[in-house]
């Protein structure tokens, strides 16, 4: 997916517009977290209101085991703030160290995790990215992302009520609601964000999801990294200090572009960690992280059929009903 520079300024800026200003600066939440028969008042943390992270695309690979792709196309972030017409916001001088080359989405298809039919269709979508053929996704093409895809939208709103959860995102107005503490139904139909149910354990949230569709430009990032309808997926958000944020910046800023969060800010950032498992696709489960800071920059909208030319020559194929609904 080879986007042409506007569309990737376009990308950029979004995440920018909302991450860089205040990100990490404390924010009052807009809707408290409620208590059922369940859980004690003590052990529910508060985890609403808006949350953010600055990286492209947006998983923080572990240190070790296994985990997410990361860009064989390498660049100096100084390079790539060039080519993108973007100014260092940070201290000092940009790193010197290559990271992803957003420019060029060419995942580790030598990744163990992978299965074999698998690498090759990740190899397949980075030579397609090199050669400047643009390579179709769920964001660029304006479908539902699912999960973990939808977890590189830069930000989240969380809204917890007694008996579920609406997570929105603010890439293209998707939103997914998590039903708490009850369990899958025996018989299911796939659906774009599948059937999330969730719990809490102490302070984490715990979600689990199955049944998740498998579209025309079904991805988990993007990379173009396929998944079968066996995908599962199992998020745990928590609250974590500023110490352990920062290892998973560190991680980040090892493989992706990011915006740089607010050095002065030592409140509460929230982490989610996620472990994805389809025995279509993978090897085994693998495990990374997202690392999120408040907010109070303004809810960005950002629709993706209003900018549909994605790459040259080629309109992005926005879903279209056959019929009407009614």
Same mark, same amino acid.
């Given at each position: 997916m080879t986007l042409r520079r506007r569309d990737l300024l376009l990308v950029v800026s979004?995440?920018?517009?909302?991450?860089?200003?205040?990100?990490?600066?404390?924010?009052?939440?807009?809707?408290?977290?409620?208590?059922?028969?369940?859980?004690?008042?003590?052990? +529910?943390?508060?985890?609403?209101?808006?949350?953010?992270?600055?990286?492209?695309?947006?998983?923080?690979?572990? /240190?070790?085991?296994?985990?997410?792709?990361?860009n064989r196309s390498r660049r100096s972030l100084a390079q790539l703030l060039r080519d993108l017409s973007i100014d260092w916001r940070g201290p000092?001088?940009?790193?010197?160290?290559?990271?992803?080359?957003?420019?060029?989405?060419?995942?580790?298809?030598?990744?163990?995790?992978?299965?074999?039919?698998?690498?090759?269709?990740?190899?397949?979508?980075?030579?397609?990215?090199?050669?400047?053929?643009?390579?179709?996704?769920?964001?660029?093409?304006?479908?539902?992302?699912?999960?973990?895809?939808?977890?590189?939208?830069?930000?989240?709103?969380?809204?917890?009520?007694?008996?579920?959860?609406?997570?929105?995102?603010?890439?293209?107005?998707?939103?997914?609601?998590?039903?708490?503490?009850?369990?899958?139904?025996? /018989?299911?139909?796939?659906?774009?964000?599948?059937?999330?149910?969730?719990?809490?354990?102490?302070?984490?949230?715990?979600?689990?999801?199955?049944? +998740?569709?498998?579209?025309?430009?079904?991805?988990?990032?993007w990379y173009g990294t396929p998944h079968t309808e066996a995908l599962h997926v199992v998020e745990r958000y928590r609250f974590i200090d500023y110490d352990a944020a920062k290892e998973g910046w560190e991680r980040d800023a090892k493989e992706n572009w990011r915006a740089q969060p607010a050095p002065s800010y030592r409140g509460k950032y929230l982490q989610l960690e996620f472990t994805v498992e389809d025995e279509g696709v993978f090897t085994t489960p693998w495990t990374a992280t997202v690392t999120y800071g408040r907010s109070r920059g303004d809810w960005v909208e950002s629709v993706c059929a209003e900018n549909t030319k994605w790459y040259s020559g080629k309109e992005a194929a926005v879903p279209r009903a056959d019929q009407p609904d009614f």
């Open positions: 979004l995440a920018t517009a909302v991450a860089t200003p205040v990100f990490g600066q404390a924010l009052t939440p807009t809707v408290a977290a409620v208590i059922t028969r369940e859980e004690s008042t003590a052990s +529910i943390p508060d985890l609403s209101g808006t949350w953010i992270h600055g990286s492209i695309p947006g998983f923080e690979p572990l /240190r070790s085991g296994p985990t997410s792709l990361v000092g001088v940009p790193p010197s160290e290559n990271v992803s080359n957003i420019l060029e989405l060419v995942g580790d298809y030598t990744n163990p995790v992978l299965q074999p039919w698998a690498a090759e269709v990740v190899r397949k979508f980075g030579e397609m990215s090199l050669s400047g053929v643009g390579v179709p996704s769920p964001r660029n093409q304006c479908w539902p992302g699912g999960v973990p895809f939808v977890f590189t939208s830069g930000a989240i709103q969380i809204l917890q009520q007694p008996h579920k959860i609406a997570i929105l995102y603010n890439y293209d107005n998707q939103v997914r609601y998590v039903r708490l503490n009850q369990s899958h139904p025996v /018989r299911m139909t796939p659906a774009w964000y599948g059937d999330s149910v969730g719990h809490y354990e102490g302070e984490t949230l715990v979600v689990d999801t199955v049944g +998740i569709k498998v579209g025309p430009f079904a991805a988990v990032d």
